[in-house]
Structure formats: structure tokens, C-alpha cells
């Protein structure tokens, strides 16, 4: 019995082998192209419709794919340009450090002025700079940046120290004017805000508007010859034994990236 | 046998449109491990004429193949060493690399070592399910009911 059966499978095997061969020639001679033709013409709109189908849903799953990959990207991309916009941030204050540094060597020479480089850290009514007593930085020593004094170490803790500023009430300091006509000395005090008050000006000291005000040097720490600020108005009146003007910083403390501490 | 062919008819438009898996080698690997009946044969060189026409591959090629591979599937299940169903995975690779090297050589088609693994692995489950489905709700000429007396 399953050898008959199995020699019915072999034969019935051969048929459909011979048949699917004679199909082959037969098709390869084109003699199969009509009847192809007519049931192609039903299953052609059906493979079409799967397809279709198929891309729809592939577009759906790749725009999920690419939705999520672009999300991806975007964090990255985010990430880098937060480093990149700190590397830039890092470089320019570099490079303002750097340029502080040619200005500051220019205007007082490093061989006779011991100066400290100090960062301003913050800003309250004093300074507050990031060098301290480490650093050798000393009470009442001269703060400046190139040939601008800025004020002078009011306090001074381990790694920080307080800047009193010129333009503190606390702040006096002795100077003098120079312009064409000769030279008039004062008193520099500070005033709340960013003004000055040049006091003590003797009524025949020639005293005018956008005149240069400088150190006089006479304190112990301070060297001559800085900037203390501009003239902005002269006050002068009869009656009174001085007069008096109101002196502008020449610029904005705010903006600076570094300044010096000079510690001789 | 008529859900088989539906089956193959329907891999047949699936794989021909878009997914490049041969869905109808892999039912007939798994139903030849199942059955050894000239049914097979038939429902071989039926989807294969149906595969041909789908691809606008010569119609005699896919049922030359399909053919082959049941026969060869036959053959492998009537060997003492090979009946054990441990062996349908590794002998399916057989079938499906030989499939595939008759592809690159007379279709020009490369030969993608993922597509075999996937339809290798493919055949398993569709094994089990054509075995489970064929053991339960298929009804034989050959099992008859015992009448008692």
C-alpha cells in the first residue's frame, strides 16, 4: 500500500514537473501572454491596492522614525551649541584677558609696578574681585586697568577682596587737573551712583569742562599720574573759598573682564 | 486543503507587492513536514503558477521550485535520521539556501543572508501552526470512527 502510494506520489511528482517545464517553454515562446494578460488584468488593481496600502503605512512608521531621530538630532545639535556658544563665551574672555594684559604692560611697566591680575566676580557697593590674601593682595593697594584708577582694596579675605570704588562716599582721593592754562588740585570723593565730586579747588586754579582728572600720588599706595575721570561741570561760586566740580568716569566699570591689583 | 490555498494566494499577493519574504516557500516547507500527500504537490505547482503570474517571472519557474522543495521535504521526512520535528529549522535552511542560490543564478538575485534567516526561522511557527491546525479541525479520509457492536 505505501509503495503504491508512494509510487502514485512519484508519478504524479513527474507529471506536474513535466507540466511546470512545458509551461516554461511555452512562456518563454509567448504563447502564454493572453491568458497571463487576462488574469493579470484582475490581480494587477489588488497588488496595486497592496502596495499602496503598504507605503501608507511604511510612510506612517518612518515619519514616527524620523520624528523621533530628528528629535534626537535636535537635542544634540542643542547640546553642541550650548558647548560651542561656551567655548566662544571662554575664548572672547580669553582673549579680553589677553588684550588687558598688552594694554595694562603699555601703560604701567611691569618692572617698576607689581601688578595682580584679579577677575571681577560681582558688585554689590564694593568690587569683589577673585584674588585675595593668597595672591599677596594688601588693604588700601591701588586697584587699576591700563592707566585708569578704579579704586582701592577696602577688605581682603583668602581667595577674594572688596574694591572701594572711587565713586563710593567712603573714597577720597587726592588729585589734580592739567590743561593748557596750568594745573588744579582737589580732593576726589565719591558720590552715590557713578559721579564724582572734585572739591577743594582754589578759585585761581584753572579748572575746565572735559578736563582729565589724575591721581596726585600723594597717598601711600596709589601711584600718580592715573585717571580718575572726566570733567563734567564746574562749580564755582563767589561767596565760597573752593571751588567745585562734578568729574564722569571715563568708562563703565561694569563691563570690564579683568583688572589689576598693584602690590608695590 | 481550500484554506491552504487561500493562504498561498494571499502570501502570494503579499510577497509579490511588498514584503520580500517568500511567504509561499515557507507554507510549503511547513505543510510538507505536516503532510505527505499528493495535495501538496498540487497546492506546490498551483501557487507557483500564481507566483509567476504576480511576479511576471516565466509562470513554469516558481512551480518548478515549489515542486522540488515538497518532494525534497518528502524525501528528507521518510529518512529515519531526518523525521524528528527538532529538524524542520535546520532542514528548512537547506531548502531555502538552495532556493536561493537557483534565484541568484537564474534571476540574477543576490543572495541575502537576513531574508534566509528570517524565512528559516519563519518556518518553525508556521510549522507548529499548520501541524496544530491540521491535527485538530482537519478531518482524513483515513481516520474512521469505530462502531461498536
New interface residues.
Partial sequence: MIVRQLF??AK??FV??F??????????LGL?NPP?GL??TV?TP??YG??KS??AV?NQFEFAILARRASQENKALTEQLALVLSENANLRRSLAEAEGFLEQKKTLDPVEFNLVAARPIGKNRFLIIDKGGESNIKKGQAVVYKDNYLGKIHEVSTKKSLVLLSSDPESKVSSFVNNKAGKGKGILIGEYGSQMFLDKILHQEPIEKDDLVYTEGTEEQIPRGLILGRVAVVLERDNQVFKQAKVSPVFDIDNLDILFVVTN | MRLFIVLLVLSA??Q????PINLCLILIISRSFVE?R?SN??A??LA??FL???TAT????W??IF?AAS?II?IFKSLPLTQSPKLVAPLSLLVIVGVSLIEQIFLGQKINIVKIIIETLLTVPVYIFIRFWEERFIVHSTNKLKIRN
Fill in positions: 502514485y506520489d504524479f511528482f506536474l514537473l507540466l511546470s517545464i512545458a509551461l516554461i517553454f511555452l512562456d518563454n502564454l497571463k488574469v493579470q490581480t489588488i497588488q497592496l502596495y503598504s507605503r511604511t | 499577493f503579499i509579490s507587492a511588498f514584503l505527505e499528493s504537490l498540487i506546490s505547482f507557483g503558477i509567476g503570474l504576480l516565466n509562470i513554469g519557474f512551480a518548478i515542486l518532494k518528502h
